[in-house]
Structure formats: C-alpha cells, structure tokens
C-alpha cells in the first residue's frame, strides 16, 4: 500500500504514475481526506493534553469540564476513525507504481518481447491439441471431472498424473540444487490479512474460494498461488540484512475462480479453478529488487531450457501488469495447437509495495529500518507445462515422447502410449 507522506512529498509525480497504468483515481480526494484525518489528530491531542492539565491540577470545579472534554475526544475519534477508514480503503486499492523502465502501454499490444528461444517443432501431421491428445490416451477426463465436481476441472491419470508429478519433483529439484532456493512445504490457506498483504484483497476478493467457518468474522481462503502464503512468512518481521535475501520455493495447489475468464479457454487445462504450480518468492533489500528480478527471471526460463521448449520473453506494460507489480516478465511457451505463445510463468518485482501492507522490514549496515522487497514468480505452471509437453512432443501416432531431463522421473519411460 502507498503511503500517504510519499504522495503529499510529490503529489505531481505519484498523478503521473497512475496515468501510466491508465487509471482514473481521484488523488485530489486522498489529499482532503489526509488533511481533515490530520486536523482531528491535531484536535484530539489538543484536547488531551488539556485534560491531562486539569488532571494535573486536581481541581473539583474542573470536572464537569473534563467530563466535556472527554466526549468531545469520544466524538473526535469517531469522525477520525471514519475518516482514516475511508483513506485507507482508497489507498488499498491503488495498484503499484509502475518502474521507470517498464513500456507504457494500455493492454498486452504494447508489451515487449525481449527474447525467443528454441526451435518450434515442424510436424509432418497436423497437431492436435493437448486435450485431444489427453482425451485419445485415456488419460484425461474432463466429462468426469464436471460430473463430479463442476466445469473447469479435471482428472489426470495414469502417466499423465505420473508425468505431473515428475514436473514438480523436477522444478523442484532444479530450483533447490542449481538455484539455491530453499523448499517450503505451507500450509494451503490463508487468512484475509494475508491475502491483502500480498495484494490479493480487497480489489480481487471475487476471484477467490472463501472458506465457510463457524466463526463467520475469520475469513479464510484457499491460497490462490503459493506467493501469498510464502511472502507473508516475514509478515511483521524486522529482518536482519546478514539473512537476505530470502530465497524460498514451494510446489502447491493453487485456487482461482477466473471470475473475470468466463467464456476465454473453456477448453482443455489453460484456465483451471485447481491447478499446480511450483513458486519461487525472494525477499531482498530494496535496492536489489532489479537485479533479482532478472535473476528469477532467468531461473524460470532455464526450466523450459532443460524441458527443450520453444518460449519467449516478453515484458509487460504498465497497463497490462498485476496490481502488485512494479516490474513483470512473462515466459510464454509455444503450443502447437493454437499456433502461438501461451504464458506458462510470470515473474514481478514489487517493490516495497506488499511489504508496506505486511509491515515486513529489515535493517540495514546504517541500522535504519526500511521496507523490504519482494518479488515472485512461477517457476513453472505445472498444468501448462504439461500441456506444452503434450502438444511439443506428440507422434503421429498420438503417442508422447518424454522429455529426456524427466525420463529418471518417470522410471526411465521414453514415451507415454494409449494401452
């Protein structure tokens, strides 16, 4: 979340930067509030310091004016509170400012491709798509899936489920060996305060799956990515600078409503409510946001690299990035089926944006206390992954071919056929 001194100190560039992201907020309206929340701050302690002289002074005939004093104080706080929760809730939802290298832009059109790699297969045949393939090799079931429990889930079976389980060991095992990340195991809920930490709440609260508790004033919800319950491991922390960064990974369910996909992908295993992914979240000093940025980038890309999939690199614009972003890199891997690139992975800096919301600080060599950074990205989407592995490497026969970095994952099978 912003905070209010850094948009009364530059009033002119923070209106700037929300234009960039092509959003209409009335900071005019932020300042007033800031003003009056600030005047009855003025008020009540003007109040009390007299109360605490007409303590001070134990004198009787004073009482009845301390008894007024102490209901205009009653009444001052409420008209603050109320003032101060209408600020707070502009500010909660502004997204991230945008970082000065990031292309402005309105949608995706204006995003940046920064790089392609590996070769886009050439096919004899034409290619079918993922959940034809699935579907041919008995080994996904979409019809049961909605039979069971709703559209936008499905069952994986057989060497599919064992080829996706064998992605997760592997990105895994890549990020902890060759990346130095450290694994985490979390827990897969989140409490509301958790979930605006990281961004997620109050703007996205309609895309989320709320638990039903007995206790209807906890809020609970399934964890939407591995990111929030990750980040929120330093919430209200003071770090020392000698333990960062913080480098963590973890391999979960994730919980999305697609509140805002109804009709887009409907098909196949794009756009799930239930899907896995394998996380990487760093915590770092502010200053070093950028440089882990391409870091994390790098660590995403080389998955794909050992996987033998052709992707690019694209950066986003500003109208086009998360609300918690500063600076986002999308890996698009290419499917054959659609003939274009997919998103398979986005990696963001945000800045000291979610560490604000978190009160998530460290301290530095000067021993000044600042917010940290934090940054997160997918490394990989298993369920995508999965879905380029189907469509990059099938036969002509509808048969699949293992990609040679997964085969001692998967008992050293070489090809994935229909029995």
């Known amino acids: 979340m912003h905070n209010i001194k850094d948009i009364r100190k530059d009033t002119k560039n923070f209106k700037l930067s929300l234009k960039k992201r092509f959003l209409e907020i009335d900071v005019d309206r932020i300042l007033k509030l800031d003003e009056e929340n600030r005047k009855y701050i003025q008020k009540k302690e003007t109040f009390e310091r007299e109360k ?3 303590s001070k002074s134990k004198d009787k005939t004073l009482f009845s004016k301390s008894k007024k004093i102490t209901d205009e104080i009653e009444k ?52 079918k798509s993922h959940y034809e393939l699935g579907e041919d090799l008995n080994m996904l079931d979409f019809d049961l899936a909605t ?29 902890i060996n060759q990346n130095a990340y450290k694994e985490i195991s979390p827990p897969l809920i989140a409490t509301a305060n958790s979930m605006f930490g990281t961004g997620q709440l109050p703007k996205f609260d309609n895309d989320q ?9 906890d809020r609970k919800f399934l964890i939407p990515t591995a990111e929030v319950i990750l980040t929120n491991m330093v919430k209200e922390k003071i770090i020392d600078k000698k333990n960062l960064p913080i480098r963590i ?15 887009k992908d409907t098909k196949g ?80 800096s945000c800045s000291s944006f979610q560490s604000r919301r978190m009160k998530a600080r460290y301290k530095n060599e000067n021993n000044e206390i600042l917010f940290a950074g934090t940054l997160n990205g997918s490394g990989l989407a298993i369920g995508r992954t999965l879905i380029a592995i189907l469509e990059n490497y099938q036969q002509n026969d509808g048969s699949i071919l293992v990609p040679k970095i997964l085969r ?6 070489e090809k994935i056929n229909k029995f």
């Open 147 to 175: 039979k069971t429990t709703g559209s936008r889930f499905v069952f994986v079976k057989d060497k599919l489920a064992l080829l996706e389980r064998a992605l997760s060991n592997f990105m895994l095992d890549t990020h």
């Open 209 to 217: 799956f709320e638990l039903k508790l007995d206790d209807s004033a």
């Open 249 to 263: 990974v973890a391999s979960t369910p994730c919980f999305r409503k697609e509140a805002g996909s109804y009709g």
């Open 269 to 348: 295993m794009i756009r799930q409510h239930q899907f896995y992914k394998v996380e990487m979240v760093s915590i770092v000093e502010i200053e070093e946001c950028m440089s882990e940025l391409e870091r994390m980038t790098n660590c995403a890309t080389k998955i794909l690299d050992l996987l033998e999939l052709p992707y690019r690199k694209i950066i986003l614009c500003t109208g086009d990035m998360g609300f918690s972003a500063e600076k986002t890199y999308d890996i698009e891997v290419w499917l054959p089926s659609e003939k274009k690139y997919r998103e398979i992975s986005s990696c963001s």
């Open 408 to 413: 001692p994952y998967m008992n050293n099978i």
């Open 52 to 54: 605490k002289d007409i």
């Open 76 to 127: 001052i706080n409420k008209l603050q509170t109320n003032i101060k929760n209408e600020l707070n809730e502009i500010l909660s939802l502004i997204p991230n400012i945008p970082h000065d290298d990031v292309p402005v832009g309105k949608d995706e059109k204006s995003n940046i491709e920064v790089l392609k790699s590996g070769k886009i297969p050439n096919f004899s045949f034409t290619p």
